[in-house]
């Protein structure tokens, strides 16, 4: 089966992998000329690592991240407002260095199954076959089509035609810092609340600590990237430490700078031989760092389908269905969350601190265990 993907980013590589250990042999499409991610961390949650571990990255990534085992949630000021353990789900949660996490999937895939600096324009399904059409002219003719072409896919805008996505009033920056505060837990991630205002820390591993933090602000606001720094430091001017030091440890250059989007829940992925994966099926606001993770449950049950079903179109149907509503729960729990993360007004602001005291640390282990429980290889296909 001549299997091309467009796109590779986490969702792609993770796909091209899981169907190479199927015995099928995709090819990668990327625009980018190379393959490196630079300032940012990524969670790796256990619904994402169990299908990595079975790819066999488990060690690799292990040696390169920072356990996570509990999460914190405090005021600006630095109090805290409740601290509990993750449930225990069979996987380790994770957080990394994006370059480490790519890195890893791109060292496992055989240099020639990935092309880059290809731009994929369109496609054209004839017969048995699609055509999938690259800047230049050229072009790929294949069995199946999969785009894992991101938040602005343009295999979507072909399959849907459903314009752009939604902002949901707020920015994000991220970066990782080449320290480890001492006021930092081993172990613990920690999300601090102020008004519209939020900020999430993590170690990393090797000694680096990776950030988020987010403000609200109109979707036209821009700035240059070297303006990341001095905007952020007096956004979080008084916050707790070890806020300004992150900000302040972290090169600021490597800062990155993203709008919080998604899109409403699409009620198909695919037609005849094309399907989606990833942030082209389901972008989601980046506030479970989940995106990714639910991309890589996307790329297992995609290929446990392809390798199942003789007909490409039965096992793209398939794998549609079996993932469309784990997505969708998933992108809409982070939508809410994040617009609670954002509320601002002084009474909003006071009940969320009452909301995230008083809240059993069951329930919150119950909320956890819903997304994390999630097994992509065990899905019936
Ligand atoms: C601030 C922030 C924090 C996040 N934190 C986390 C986290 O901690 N954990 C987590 O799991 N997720 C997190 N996410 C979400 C995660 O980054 C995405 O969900 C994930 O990268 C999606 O992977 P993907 O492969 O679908 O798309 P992408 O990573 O966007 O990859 C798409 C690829 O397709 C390529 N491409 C695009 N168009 C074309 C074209 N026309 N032709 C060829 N190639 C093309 C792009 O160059 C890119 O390499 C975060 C997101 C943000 C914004």
Redesign the pocket.
């Known amino acids: 089966m001549r299997i091309v993907i ?9 796909a091209a992998l899981a169907l190479r250990r199927e015995g099928l042999e995709p090819v990668v ?4 000329p190379a ?1 490196l991610e630079v300032g ?6 256990p619904n ?1 690592f169990r299908v990595l571990e079975r790819l066999g990255l488990g060690e690799t990534l292990l040696a390169r991240a920072g356990r996570i085992r509990s999460v914190r949630w405090l005021g600006r000021d630095g109090q805290e407002y409740k601290h509990f353990a993750f449930p225990e789900t069979g996987a380790p949660a994770v ?1 990394l260095h ?1 370059a480490d996490l790519q890195g890893a999937l791109l060292r496992a895939l055989p240099a020639e199954s990935i092309h880059l600096g ?4 369109g496609f054209e399904e004839a017969g048995e076959d699609v055509r999938a059409l ?1 800047d230049e002219e050229t072009e790929v003719v294949c069995d199946v089509l999969v785009g ?8 979507r805008a072909r399959l849907l035609e459903d314009g752009e996505p939604v902002y949901h009033g707020y920015t ?3 970066g990782v810092a080449r320290l480890e505060h001492a006021a930092l837990k081993p172990g613990t991630a920690s999300e601090i609340y102020g008004a519209g205002q939020r900020f999430g820390v993590g170690l990393v591993g090797l000694g680096r600590t ?1 950030w ?1 933090a987010t403000a609200n602000e109109p979707e036209a606001v821009t700035e240059s990237a070297s303006e990341h720094a001095t905007k952020l430091l007096r956004l979080f001017e008084g916050w707790c430490t070890p806020v300004r030091e992150l900000i302040e440890a972290t090169p600021p250059e490597t800062i ?1 700078r ?1 709008a ?1 989007y998604d899109r409403p829940a699409a009620a198909r992925w695919g037609v005849g031989r094309v399907t989606m ?5 389901h ?4 506030n ?9 449950e ?1 790329a297992a049950v995609l290929a446990r389908c392809l390798a199942k079903y003789k007909d490409p179109q039965v096992a793209l149907r398939v794998y549609e269905s079996r993932r469309r509503e784990r997505a969708a729960a998933v992108a809409s729990y982070s939508r809410r969350y994040g617009a609670f993360g954002q509320w601002r007004s002084r009474a909003a602001t006071r009940l969320r601190a009452r909301l995230l005291s008083s809240v059993p640390e069951s329930v919150g282990r119950r909320l956890l265990s819903l997304v994390f429980d999630y097994d992509a290889c065990a899905v019936e296909v």
């Not at 467009?6 to 993770?14: D, S």
């Open positions: 467009i796109g590779g980013g986490i969702g792609g590589l993770t499409y990327e625009r980018a393959l940012a961390a990524i969670a790796v949650w994402a957080a994006r290809k731009t994929f324009v690259f894992a072409d991101g938040l602005h896919s343009r295999v994000v920056w991220r990776g988020w990155l993203n919080a994966l990833g942030d082209a099926a972008p989601m606001t980046p479970l760092g989940q995106g990714g993770c639910v991309a890589v996307d």
